[in-house]
């Protein structure tokens, strides 16, 4: 008996014992409704196989080898439409089945420049050779049937390895893109809700190399979406440690730390440096000078106020008021009152041209 190849419908893909046969009607001879082989262009002994059994009301290829009673399938034809297919209702019938599976499938040059393997319910593998005299579109993508997706660019204007949940969380690599925001060879993370990073064992670094830039945090956050929820903070930058210290260091040879409050137009602004343990203290240290400058009044307060030094000068426009609750006691070689002697060593008051690299604006990048 010769080969025999006909025309068949997938009438049932439910089959008990699990070996991948599925029932369907063969138009060869009358032959009707029976059990055909499914037939994979790769299979192995263990878990490697390919394995995509076709959809019921599909028109299918099948054939029986010379020498077999056996029937096994070919391939899927994809005409004429299902006619009765598992499923939701085609959302298009004008749509040729190709079309369905890919609208796009044709659209840069008239012919398939797309290989797909897709489910029923859209998820599967997208490798794109798309390209005209306008566009080039090669990529190659996963994409779930959330609309989840992992994409693998190559276009020059995209040029990246996308990351993408499909609501609003996305992580891209570039290569060279030749548009959009992202930089060559970098990292971009976005997402609309939060991004954590926790390591469980270990340390997290994060390194800017010698032929880096900068390192920047960043906070524009307003809390807008969050305000009938008073309770929930937005708008601060935390850095805490809870067993050590928190350690701000400079290594440049001229090195500066500035702690600043930017907004020229501010009202009550502050900067509190304060300890709620017993004991220890606030030191400040430096092999130069202290200067401390206000606009309004320096207030020290404190059961004792001790001051050494080898000169100790005080200048007044106004007056010079002394008052004590006890006694006042004045002791030096010569002490002498309202002589015209005093020469009291002006105050220095800080360099107003001294400010951090951003000036009083601050970082702008975002």
């Given amino acids: 008996m010769n080969t025999v190849v006909s025309l068949a419908e997938v009438r049932s893909r439910i089959e008990p014992n699990k070996s991948g046969a599925f029932k369907a009607t063969v138009d060869y001879e009358g032959t009707g409704e029976l059990d055909v082989n499914y037939v994979s262009p790769y299979g192995s002994n263990g878990e490697g196989a390919f394995v995509a059994i076709p959809g019921v009301g599909t ?29 939701e209702e085609l959302t298009d019938a004008s749509k040729m089945p190709l079309e369905r599976v890919d609208p796009e499938m044709y659209r840069a040059r008239g012919l398939p420049m797309k290989y797909v393997f897709k489910s029923p319910l859209g998820g599967g593998i997208t490798l794109s050779d798309d390209y005209n005299s306008e566009y080039l579109n090669r990529k190659t993508e996963i994409t779930s049937t959330q609309k989840k997706k992992i994409t693998l660019h190559d276009s020059p204007a995209v040029n990246s390895i996308i990351l993408d949940s499909g609501n609003g969380s996305k992580i891209t690599l570039s290569d060279d893109p030749q548009e959009g925001t992202i930089a060559a060879r970098a990292i971009q993370v976005d997402s609309v809700g939060p991004q954590t990073y926790i390591c469980r064992e270990s340390q997290t670094d994060i390194v800017v190399g010698a032929a ?45 730390i500035f702690i600043e409050c930017l907004n020229q137009l501010g009202v009550n602004q502050q900067i509190v440096i304060e300890t709620n343990g017993v004991g220890g203290g606030i030191i400040v240290k430096t092999n ?28 007044a426009a106004g007056n010079v008021d002394i008052l004590a609750g006890g006694n ?33 604006i601050g970082v702008t990048t975002y």
Wanted: hydrophobic share 30%.
């Fill in 59 to 87: 028109e299918i290829l099948v054939c029986k080898p010379a020498g077999s009673d056996s029937w096994y399938y070919m391939g899927t034809t994809f005409s004429p439409e299902p006619r009765d297919a598992e499923g």
């Fill in 212 to 256: 880096g830039r900068e390192l920047q945090l960043i906070n524009n956050a307003n809390g807008i979406p969050y305000q009938t929820t008073p309770t929930v903070n937005s708008g601060n930058v935390n850095i805490q440690s809870r067993w050590k210290d928190v350690n701000v260091f400079t290594q440049a040879l001229e090195g500066r």
């Fill in 288 to 315: 130069g000078t202290i200067n401390m400058q206000a606009g309004e009044s320096i207030n020290l307060t404190a059961p004792d106020v001790n001051i050494s030094c080898n000169k100790f000068s005080v200048g």
């Fill in 328 to 360: 006042a006691n004045i002791d030096g070689t010569q002490v002498h009152l309202a002589s015209g002697q005093a020469l009291p060593t002006p105050a220095i008051p800080p360099n107003p041209l001294i400010q951090s690299t951003y000036g009083n």
